[in-house]
């Protein structure tokens, strides 16, 4: 069994600038404060018909990219593209609308993490619900599945601090970030969203992390397409086999 990656200073440096720049406003600048992440940017039920079928969603996601995610569907709550970060940009978020991005440093862990800005599509974030099932669609098509297991929200101490400490969920332990990383992204076999959570002024208040575990197949009653009857849509797609 293969030894956990160490978190080296260099990485721990990137881990706290995805951490802070997931949740910088690049309207803050010129004086916009965005109300994004807090609980009122839940949207409204009858935006649901809003999003693709399943099906489609998959085709325009597809580029033939075989193990790299390209999409990331939640029935009846979000349907987003995934980009990568760039090799040599290690702390890079898109600002892209309805993008996500994948956390470079959590697939060392065999998690996918996928950050954005709270003023963008991380706002879908806080409609996310225990046990909502997850569909991750890589660039040839094929998926994974997940099921929403944990919700965590950190308080950051320092918000715009890049070494700030956290307030564990609990209200009960103030975390370092690599900690906070450990607990969230080094468990596998896992995808995380990750945004930030914004209270009063304070866009960078903490961090909202949505934990899911990877399952084997769909509960196919949560598809609410008549379309997406494929065998080969409700296999578990694993990394390395044909």
């Known amino acids: 069994m293969k030894n956990r990656p160490v978190l080296t200073q260099f990485a721990h440096f990137l881990l706290i600038l995805s951490l802070v720049l997931g949740c910088a406003s690049i309207a803050g600048a010129s004086g916009w404060i965005p109300i994004t992440s807090a609980r009122q940017s839940i949207l409204p039920a009858d935006k649901e018909n809003a999003l693709p079928d399943i099906q489609s969603f998959i085709v325009s996601v597809t580029n033939g990219q ?5 999409g990331v569907y939640v029935p ?11 090799e040599d940009n290690a702390a890079f978020i898109s600002k892209l609308p309805d993008t996500l991005t994948q956390f470079r440093m959590a697939s060392s862990y065999l998690t996918v993490g996928l950050l954005v800005h709270n003023f963008l599509a991380g706002s879908q974030f806080f409609n996310l619900q225990l046990n909502q099932q997850i569909i991750l669609v890589l660039g040839d098509g094929s ?4 099921k929403i297991d944990d919700i965590q929200s950190y308080q950051a101490l320092s918000p715009t601090n890049p070494y700030s400490n956290f307030i564990s969920p609990d209200g009960q332990k103030n975390l370092s970030s690599e900690e906070v990383f450990r607990q969230v992204y080094a468990k596998g076999n896992q995808l995380v969203f990750q945004t930030c959570i914004q ?5 960078s208040w903490g961090r909202l992390f949505v934990i899911a575990d990877k399952v084997d197949i769909l509960q196919t009653e949560s598809i609410n ?4 009857v494929s065998a080969a849509h409700f296999r578990r797609a694993v990394v390395g086999t044909d």
Do not use: F, M, W
Not at 81 to 86: F, L, N, S, T
Not at 143 to 146: F, I, P, S
Not at 199 to 203: A, P, Q, R, S, V
Not at 225 to 228: E, F, G, K, N, V
């Open 66 to 70: 075989s193990g790299v995610p390209t």
């Open 199 to 203: 209270k009063g002024n304070e866009d």
């Open 225 to 228: 397409t008549a379309d997406y």
């Open 76 to 86: 009846g709550v979000l349907a987003l593209k995934i980009i990568q970060q760039p």
């Open 143 to 146: 998926q994974y599945y997940y």
